[in-house]
C-alpha cells in the first residue's frame, strides 16, 4: 500500500515548496529511487527544471521533463501519466493526481499559504478516508 508523507514548512510561497521539492528529491535520488515530480502548472514545471540545477552548488540532480525523457531517474510532470515511474511520487498541486496509488511513496508539500494549507488538509482527509498510512513531518 501507498505510504504518504506530508513534509509541512514554516514558511510560504512558491519558493518553499520548490525547496522542500528538490531537498526531497536529492534525498530519494541519493538512496537510489526514481522519482516522478507532479506539478501544479506548466509554469512550476519550467521553473523547477531550472532550480534543480543551481538549487545547491555542491549538488546535481539530474532530470528531465516527462514529454522529453520518460526514463530519467527523475522526471518531472504537469499533467502528465508517469511513465513507467512507481517508486516515489513527490505532488507539487494542490489535490492528489489520479495515479498517486501506482507509487510505493507519496510526498506532498505544504506551506503555510492559506490555499495550501486548506487544499492539503483535503488530501489529508482524502488519504485518511481511503486508508492509507499517514505521517506528517515539520520541517524549519
Not at 505510504?3 to 541519493?30: C, M, Q
Not at 521533463?65 to 511513465?83: M, Y
Request: charged share 25%; with cysteine; net charge negative.
Amino acid at each position: 500500500m501507498t505510504r504518504v508523507d506530508f513534509y509541512v514548512v514554516k514558511s510560504s510561497g512558491a519558493d518553499a515548496r520548490l525547496s522542500v521539492a528538490a531537498r526531497l528529491t536529492e534525498k530519494a535520488l541519493g538512496r537510489g529511487h526514481r522519482v516522478f515530480i507532479n506539478c501544479d502548472s506548466q509554469d512550476q514545471l519550467a521553473t523547477l527544471d531550472d532550480y534543480l540545477w543551481r538549487f545547491k552548488p555542491s549538488s546535481f540532480v539530474p532530470h528531465s521533463p516527462v514529454s522529453n525523457d520518460t526514463e530519467e531517474q527523475v522526471v518531472l510532470g504537469f499533467e502528465d501519466a508517469p511513465g513507467s515511474h512507481n517508486d516515489v511520487l513527490i505532488n507539487l498541486a494542490l489535490a492528489p493526481p489520479s495515479f498517486f496509488a501506482r507509487f510505493e511513496r507519496v510526498a506532498e508539500v505544504v506551506t503555510q499559504d492559506e490555499s495550501s494549507l486548506a487544499a492539503l488538509r483535503d488530501a489529508w482527509r482524502h488519504y485518511k478516508d481511503r486508508g492509507y498510512p499517514l505521517t506528517k513531518h515539520d520541517l524549519p
